[in-house]
């Protein structure tokens, strides 16, 4: 049986072997520590009975730790350069299926339709690449992927965020876009040292686990993430200020806006990032009417 792919020596043995060089580009940071790997899964409760899918497997450090636990693992790469090492090193898991994609072009519906008919739950699990990771967690919640959640790596910063309260600076329509559909929780922080090449920010894992239904129900959501934008987009201003220069006609509907919030019981001159998601809804709703939008 062979040594684990992600310890220092077998990584760079496999490198070697294929002459792999690294693509910043590609946000290609491979871990090289099969402990963090191991604590990665467990937060996934990846069961013998579960489907994992993964972004970005590399040469398969994450996928061969998932493979051990999952019953089927479809991991979707961009880099065709990574298909016949991913052939080699995962030749003693059959269950393993690589897509040769760009996970941000791929029916993803489609693919969990074909290969993913025989489990009893699907979780995703990923090190994404830095350079698209919020556009990937964007595209896999937008979808509504029969998926119960993700365990993913990513940019420290960026997690942080994404799971910020109300009343924090990391709070903001990115922190709201996700905890729409999910609950987020920063689960661990990963020093630089676990992964070859070292990358040049400090990473975190977080796992998102899907909300049964969207955190607040809204009239229109597309009217609600609006009014979530603009609201932000001057952090500094209030969210009258922001709601009157930042929507079509807000100028010249300022008293309306006044009034919208007073309903919402939100007092004008609070800055967006104090507000929680219950109350972007509240206001949303108001304004919605108001604006004569449809419902
Ligand atoms: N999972 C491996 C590990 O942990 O060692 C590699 C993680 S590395 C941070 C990110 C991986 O995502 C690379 O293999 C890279 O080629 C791949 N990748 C980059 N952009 C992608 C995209 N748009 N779609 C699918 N894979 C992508």
Known sequence: ???????????????????????????QNFLIDTNILNRIVDHAEIGENSGAIEIGPGIGALTEQLAKRAKKVVAFEIDQRLLPILSDTMSPYPHVEIIHSDILKADVREVLDKKMDNVEDLMVVANLPYYVTTPIIMKLLEEQLPIRGMVVMLQK?????????????????????????TEAEVVMIVPKTVFVPQPNVDSAVIRLLKRDKPAVEVKNEEFFFEIVRASFSQRRKTILNNLTSSLQDGKSKKEIIEKCLSEANIDPQRRGETLSIAEFGRLSDELLDRFNLKS
């Open 1 to 27: 049986m062979n040594k684990d792919i992600a310890t220092p020596l077998r990584t760079k043995a496999i490198l070697e072997k294929y002459g792999f060089s690294f693509k910043k580009s590609l946000g």
């Open 157 to 181: 910063e960026v997690a942080e965020r994404i799971s910020a309260k109300p009343g924090t600076k990391e709070y903001g329509s990115l922190s709201i876009a996700v905890q729409y559909y």
